[in-house]
């Protein structure tokens, strides 16, 4: 079956313009995780939801980024005003349900800002 | 968050088994033990999780110890694919992963 589907794969930005990542998770899967990963480092947790509802967002560096799953499935990341420090891989990861299920990770979108 | 500690880097031969290991002395009662690996220009794979008891699946083996302050992730029959990052991570229920720099793992032909 499909698994966690990334979009795109590389993008490629000027400083101060808007990018939207795609993720669409593995279907039926309720909770889906945004990590951020620099080179040469583990991932880190950017936000959290459980269907449709942001439960977390602790992870979020700056107000310049927003995440959304209005239907609970498909979630948008979006980087406003992008700065060279946002370059990183960006990993979307979903869950089956609220117990102790795996995560099963995309390949990531690698943000380069120029 | 509950801290791991991995060595940075191990090194081992295709066709011999793997012992990697996990020092987590803070470990809470309700903290699962989690394994994940990275291989390069992909996302984290989920390998194992336990929680006391030793577990088994295709990919490999969780030993936990007695006391829960460390586990040992053992890849049975090391191949070339298996040549990644090992994550060690402790968690509840749904929550988010907090990865550390993981164990590089090494394996020669």
């Known amino acids: 079956g499909a698994g966690v589907s990334q979009s795109p794969r590389y993008k490629v930005a000027k400083r101060g313009q808007d990018v939207a990542l795609r993720c669409d998770p593995i279907s039926g899967h309720v909770s889906l995780f945004w990590y951020q990963q620099a080179l040469g480092q583990g991932p880190e947790f950017l936000t959290y939801?459980?269907?449709?509802?942001?439960?977390?967002k602790s992870g979020l560096p700056s107000d310049r980024f927003f995440a959304e799953r209005p239907e609970g499935s498909v979630s948008t990341l979006k980087i406003q005003r992008t700065q060279q420090e946002d370059s990183a891989v960006y990993l979307c990861?979903?869950?089956?349900?609220?117990?102790?299920?795996?995560?099963?990770f995309g390949d990531g979108t690698r943000l380069s800002i120029l | 968050d509950a801290k791991t500690t991995q060595p940075n880097s191990m090194e081992s031969n295709e066709e011999e088994p793997v012992h990697l290991p996990c020092n987590h002395s803070?470990?809470?009662?309700?903290?699962?033990i989690h394994w994940y690996r990275q291989l390069p220009s992909q996302g984290p794979e989920y390998v194992i999780h336990g929680l006391t008891s030793n577990v088994n699946n295709r990919m490999a083996s969780l030993a936990i110890a007695e006391d829960r302050k460390s586990s040992t992730l053992i890849l049975h029959r090391a191949t070339l694919r298996d040549a990644a990052v090992y994550y060690c991570?402790?968690?509840?229920?749904?929550?988010?992963?907090?990865f550390g720099q993981g164990t590089r793992l090494t394996i020669n032909p």
């Open positions: 939801f459980q269907n449709e509802a942001q439960l977390d």
């Open positions: 990861a979903s869950s089956a349900d609220y117990s102790n299920q795996p995560q099963h």
């Open positions: 803070t470990i809470s009662g309700t903290d699962y």
């Open positions: 991570i402790l968690g509840q229920g749904a929550q988010k992963l907090v």
